[in-house]
């Protein structure tokens, strides 16, 4: 019995035990199978938020393309709204301008009607005319009928008188032109004279280059006094055995070009030298001018002139207008004065004298308010020359009333010697122009004693008075000078001003 107990007891307990264990391993696959359910329901989430997320994406790409596709549309239907819009634009301008040729086609037509309407009245006025004198002539006498008839006659003659006399003038004109350009032709060939043009450098031939390096002198200090002694821009450069002496004012490069040869002829090249040769050769060419005047007038046989004038006659040697030199320019319009005058019948001396004068106030006009003409006018009454003579000067460009033959003569010849082939050219003249423009501009300050045009007018030295300006003050004045060229004048480049600035202390060894 108690056998059967235990073994039943332990079939109970196999029992439990088996129940136990299986209800465990059902757990434990319950639970798996739920991790698996759970796993699962992730994955299908995630692939639903994926999907959703392709979705959103597609929708929002879909959504863009018909936007664009929209956007493109409405840009198309636009620009043909635009097409539509110019076309129709054109054919309203066709249609305004096809609007006022027709205006304009009617006002033409209307005026056309108003001028046939007006011809259609005269005409009838002249047909009432007609009728009305013939009905008058029929109702005339024999005396009446010749009075008419000797009117008519006399009219005709009247008009016929006029077309001879124009004739006769035509002839006369003709004539006339046809002597004027023998009596010109006739004097220009008597008169033959050549042109030269002018220049702007002189060259100074050295006896070796070695003379190049006394002429500069230690630290430059010779051709600087010579520069600043004479005016002028002395070239020290490649040429050999030469140096070249340039400035726009022909009398100062004159004098530098004299100076320079007297300096290297006489070998002693310093400072107080350089001064001393440039003032000699200044009073050499003041010499120089007075003996040219005297021959210009010898020349074209004007004799009896003050010593002023034909001073003044002398300086047109260096004075140009439009590259023309006037010193030959006054002599050759004296010359064809005189020709035209004897060939015209007038007083030759006369002539001669208004041509050698006509531009006298041209070797001063830069020193005085006024025209040439002005000026030489008033020149020449001055000097007490004759009035008709005066006449002559004031009457050359017309600014005066001209009232005499000699006076029109001395117009033609000038125009004729200023017109000939070569006798004139404009760049010079504007050139120098500019450059006197420039010391004009410098000379208007406070204390400047000198100023020089160098370097084709790409530079201009200004020298000043020490007791007035200092070294601050001249700097000054260089900024002012360079302001003021840039305001009132136009020219390439740029322009150099140097303000020079020297002090001098002189005594003497008694």
Same mark, same amino acid.
């Given at each position: 019995?108690?056998?059967?107990g235990?073994?039943?007891?332990?079939?109970?307990?196999?029992?439990?035990?088996? /129940?136990?264990?299986?209800?465990?391993?059902r757990?434990?696959?319950v639970?798996?199978?739920?991790?698996?359910?759970?796993?699962?329901?992730?994955?299908?989430?995630?692939?639903?938020?994926?999907e959703?997320? =392709?979705?959103?994406?597609?929708?929002? =790409?879909?959504?863009?393309?018909?936007?664009?596709?929209?956007?493109?549309?409405?840009?198309?239907?636009?620009?043909?709204?635009?097409?539509?819009?110019?076309?129709?634009?054109?054919?309203r $301008?066709?249609?305004?301008h096809?609007?006022?040729?027709?205006?304009?086609?009617?006002?033409?037509? #209307?005026?056309?009607?108003?001028?046939?309407?007006k011809?259609r009245?005269? *005409?009838?006025?002249?047909?009432?005319e007609?009728?009305?004198?013939?009905?008058?002539?029929?109702?005339?006498?024999?005396? $009446?009928a010749? $009075?008419e008839?000797?009117?008519?006659?006399?009219?005709?003659?009247?008009?016929?008188?006029?077309?001879?006399i124009?004739? *006769? !003038?035509?002839e006369?004109?003709?004539?006339?032109?046809?002597?004027?350009?023998?009596?010109?032709?006739? %004097?220009?060939?008597?008169?033959?004279?050549?042109?030269?043009?002018?220049? +702007?450098?002189?060259?100074?031939?050295?006896?070796?280059?070695d003379?190049?390096?006394?002429?500069?002198?230690?630290?430059?200090?010779?051709?600087?006094?010579?520069?600043?002694?004479a005016?002028?821009?002395?070239?020290v450069?490649?040429?050999?055995?030469? /140096?070249?002496?340039?400035? @726009?004012?022909?009398?100062?490069?004159?004098v530098?070009?004299?100076?320079?040869?007297r300096?290297v002829?006489?070998?002693?090249?310093?400072?107080?030298?350089?001064?001393?040769?440039?003032?000699?050769?200044d009073?050499?060419?003041?010499t120089?001018?007075?003996?040219e005047?005297?021959?210009?007038a010898?020349?074209?046989? /004007?004799?009896?002139?003050?010593?002023?004038?034909? !001073?003044l006659?002398?300086?047109?040697? @260096?004075?140009?207008?439009?590259?023309?030199?006037?010193?030959?320019?006054?002599?050759?319009?004296?010359?064809?004065?005189?020709?035209?005058?004897?060939?015209?019948?007038? #007083?030759? =001396?006369?002539?001669?004298?208004?041509g050698?004068?006509?531009?006298?106030?041209?070797? *001063?006009?830069?020193?005085?308010?006024?025209?040439?003409?002005?000026?030489?006018?008033?020149i020449?009454?001055?000097?007490?020359l004759?009035?008709? /003579?005066?006449?002559?000067?004031?009457?050359?460009?017309?600014?005066?009333?001209?009232n005499?033959?000699?006076?029109?003569?001395?117009?033609?010849?000038? %125009?004729?010697?200023?017109?000939?082939?070569?006798?004139?050219?404009?760049?010079?003249? @504007?050139?120098?122009?500019?450059?006197?423009?420039?010391? =004009?501009?410098?000379?208007? @300050?406070?204390g400047?004693?000198?100023?020089?045009?160098?370097?084709?007018?790409?530079?201009?030295?200004v020298?000043?008075?020490p007791?007035?300006?200092?070294d601050?003050?001249?700097?000054?004045?260089s900024?002012s000078i360079a302001?003021?060229? $840039?305001? #009132?004048?136009?020219?390439?480049?740029?322009?150099?001003? +140097?303000?020079?600035?020297?002090?001098?202390?002189?005594?003497?060894?008694?």
């Open positions: 019995m108690i056998d059967l235990l073994a039943i007891g332990a079939v109970v307990v196999a029992l439990a035990v088996g /129940v136990g264990l299986g209800f465990l391993i757990a434990h696959v639970k798996a199978g739920l991790k698996e359910l759970e796993e699962e329901a992730k994955g299908q989430l995630e692939r639903a938020k994926k959703s997320k =392709d979705i959103v994406l597609s929708s929002k =790409d879909e959504a863009l393309r018909r936007k664009e596709e929209g956007e493109r549309e409405l840009e198309r239907r636009r620009s043909g709204l635009r097409r539509e819009e110019e076309r129709l634009q054109g054919w $301008e066709k249609l305004d096809r609007h006022d040729r027709l205006e304009q086609r009617e006002q033409t037509l #209307n005026k056309r009607q108003s001028a046939l309407d011809q009245n005269q *005409v009838e006025t002249m047909e009432a007609r009728r009305a004198t013939l009905s008058r002539v029929a109702s005339m006498s024999r005396e $009446e010749r $009075e008839l000797l009117a008519s006659v006399e009219a005709e003659a009247r008009q016929d008188m006029a077309r001879v124009r004739e *006769v !003038e035509a006369a004109t003709e004539e006339a032109d046809k002597r004027a350009r023998k009596v010109i032709t006739t %004097a220009i060939q008597r008169i033959a004279s050549e042109h030269v043009a002018e220049v +702007t450098a002189s060259t100074v031939s050295l006896p070796s280059d003379m190049k390096g006394r002429i500069i002198g230690r630290g430059g200090r010779n051709i600087r006094s010579f520069e600043k002694a005016g002028v821009d002395v070239v450069d490649d040429t050999p055995e030469a /140096v070249t002496i340039s400035c @726009f004012d022909p009398v100062r490069r004159e530098a070009r004299r100076a320079m040869e300096l002829l006489d070998g002693r090249i310093h400072p107080t030298n350089i001064e001393r040769l440039v003032k000699e050769s009073n050499e060419i003041e120089f001018i007075r003996e005047g005297k021959q210009a010898y020349e074209v046989g /004007v004799h009896g002139l003050p010593a002023k004038i034909t !001073e006659i002398g300086r047109l040697k @260096f004075r140009t207008s439009y590259g023309q030199n006037q010193y030959a320019h006054a002599i050759e319009t004296a010359k064809l004065a005189g020709m035209i005058a004897e060939e015209l019948g007038a #007083n030759g =001396d006369l002539a001669r004298a208004g050698l004068l006509h531009d006298i106030g041209k070797a *001063v006009d830069f020193e005085n308010e006024g025209t040439h003409v002005q000026i030489g006018a008033e020449c009454r001055r000097h007490g004759r009035e008709e /003579v005066v006449h002559c000067v004031a009457a050359h460009h017309n600014e005066v009333k001209q005499s033959l000699e006076a029109i003569i001395v117009e033609a010849a000038d %125009a004729i010697s200023g017109a000939r082939p070569g006798a004139r050219r404009e760049g010079l003249e @504007f050139y120098l122009k500019r450059v006197r423009t420039m010391e =004009d501009i410098a000379h208007s @300050f406070e400047v004693e000198e100023a020089y045009a160098l370097q084709a007018g790409r530079e201009i030295r020298i000043v008075k007791q007035r300006i200092d601050l003050a001249a700097i000054r004045l900024k302001k003021q060229l $840039e305001g #009132n004048m136009e020219y390439p480049g740029q322009i150099k001003v +140097t303000v020079i600035r020297e002090v001098r202390a002189e005594e003497y060894a008694k």
